[in-house]
């Protein structure tokens, strides 16, 4: 577990905005957001993080991971 993953929508429509991937382990302040600069290997654990937290946002009860 060392990164990061964090998605910014419009509320209203729920469009994202916004997406940040950090490395914690090597950037602890979260400087450097992986989805710039981090290459295909950053892209690749940030689209995992992705598919993670839909599953969270879209589930309820003990469907929930």
């Known amino acids: 577990r060392g990164s990061q993953y964090v998605e910014y929508e419009n509320r209203r429509t729920g ?11 090597e950037d602890r302040w979260q400087v450097e957001n992986l989805l710039r600069s981090g290459g ?10 992705a598919r993670t937290l839909r599953a969270i946002v879209d589930c309820s009860g003990n469907e929930c991971p």
């Open 15 to 25: 469009e994202r905005l916004y997406r940040e991937f950090y490395d914690l382990k």
């Open 40 to 49: 295909q290997r950053a892209r690749k654990r940030a689209a995992r993080a």
